[in-house]
């Protein structure tokens, strides 16, 4: 455990989960992926570091079977495991070596949509409208002259219509199927039994196999608003991207229109999970991927009989702001404490820009990625680290020729494939250590710079990100086990109060006053004050 708890708590309840992005974390050169693309060996491989970094739990994103339109996201098969990446006894070594180095596992689930070259998709485009092949995905007649047009005005996340016209079908009607994310992505519908039944065997399959838990991917998308409806957008936002329109709503905490998303038919599907998962020894979890559009709707999520954990995005979006940090901190508690649940923090992930990117950059955005780190790691609760974040790595420029997220081909944006660069293990070239014996650019380039930033040229370097982090996991373990926090701002420093422990972030421009007490950590340099974009870690002194 990363914090004193109760021996009886389970064990996710303040656990310290580190992100594996598969295909960037380390290769074996050994599957057919080859030396420029990771691999379940290569993970397994650099287990020891995790254990050695301090954290308690792998979440490892999907090494299923698919065609990689969506680089793992577009399953063909959730039942084996991808040749790219190795093979179901690949799963299983890693699995048992985790478990012996005091590791638990975490696997992606994606059960939103399918590959279209999952079996039952392939089905659906051989089959008749109105088939039962049909009936488990979202196809339906278009509107307008002979049905040209969508069904509805929904939008795929990665940009445009969220549905595709098939080809005729054998009795000359061609209908549309939604997809939210890709066209390789068709969504299913869940209100056909079968697709729960079928993701049952599914949990079944990987928890026989020794799964720790899993991370639910697109959990509010599961089931959509029977009807189908058009969405109705706020008032001037016509013509904008809607799901830039619903991130600005969740951050203002304002109500918007959401037919597709966030059902309370959902909830039932995820009942039925935790009875599965409560049947199995060691406090099987999952954590849901779930967008609520506020902290109150997420914790619908964690009720006792559903999910236990979801993820706390309104801490990533946050503005670098003591107020802000407060609020969510603060609305976190008062939105779990009725159900009960443990709040979670993250600062990065595989969607989204790196932090010390997202904090501005350079020695400025390196200072307050640090800091805010501190003080999300002393909060009581689960902290979610993404990969590489550990060494400061910024989001990197990918050039357009190397770009490969699916949004970047259907928007012309640039996408997420900067914050998936290989992660820099040693040496002074590409791949920096990223296969053994390894040479050239792996399926992202890595930049130059990141010789100065590998695990080998930042181990042992008192004032290096790494050593930060593996002093600040250390440390986490003798944080007082108090559940509740006392939250103030002072100026621009926010403060909370946890047990004897002060943690201390100073979002001004200048220096601030620090707490008394006895220093346990700092994110920088003091120099008898609290510096701008710094945060500590104090322990008051007894006053007898």
Known sequence: MSTPTDPRAPWWRDAVIYQVYVRSFASSGTRAGGPGIGDLPGITSRLPYLRDLGVDAVWITPFYRSPQHDHGYDVADYLDVDPLFGTLADADELVATAHDLGLRVIVDLVPNHTSDEHAWFRAALAAAPGSPERARYLFREGRGADGAEPPNNWQSVFGGPAWTRVADGPDGRSQWYLHLFDTSQPDLDWRNPEIGDMFESVLRFWLDRGADGFRVDVAHGLLKEEGLRDQVLPEGTEGRDPNQVREEAMVARTDFDEPMWDQPEVHDVYRRWRRVLDEYD???????????????????????????????????????????????????????????????????????????????????????????????????????????????????????????????????????????????????????????????????????????????????????????????????????????????????????????????????????????????????????????????????????
Request: net charge negative; proline share 7%; with cysteine.
């Open 282 to 544: 060691g406090d099987r979890m999952d954590v849901a991927e779930a967008w609520a559009k506020s902290l109150e709707a997420g914790a619908l999520y964690v009720r006792p009989d559903e999910m236990n954990q979801s993820f706390n995005f309104l801490w990533l979006l946050a503005d670098w702001s003591a107020r802000q940090f407060a609020d969510v901190v603060t609305g976190t508690f008062a939105a779990l404490d009725p159900v009960g649940a443990t709040p979670t923090w993250v600062l990065s992930n595989h969607d989204v820009v790196r932090h010390v990117t997202r904090y501005g950059g350079g020695a400025r955005g390196l200072a307050r990625a640090r800091a805010a780190t501190l003080t999300m790691l002393a909060l009581p609760g689960s902290s979610y680290l993404y990969q590489g974040e550990e060494l400061g790595l910024e989001q990197v420029d990918v050039a357009p020729e190397h770009r490969q997220d699916p949004s970047w081909f259907r928007t012309g944006e640039v996408g997420r494939d900067g914050c998936r660069v290989p992660m820099p293990w040693s040496g002074d070239a590409a791949p920096f250590g990223f296969s053994p014996g390894g040479t050239g650019q792996p399926w992202i380039p890595q930049p130059a710079s990141w010789a100065a930033l590998s695990v080998e040229a930042q181990s042992g370097d008192p004032d290096s990100t790494l050593e930060l982090y593996r002093a600040a996991l250390a440390a986490r373990r003798n944080l007082p086990g108090d559940r509740r926090v006392d939250v103030r701002v002072e100026g621009e420093v926010l403060l909370v109060e946890r047990g004897d422990v002060t943690i201390a972030l100073n979002c001004g421009a200048g220096a601030a006053t620090l707490p008394d007490g006895d220093l346990l950590l700092a994110s920088g340099p003091l120099g008898g004050v609290l510096p701008a974009d710094t945060a500590v870690w104090v322990r008051r002194r007894s006053s007898r």
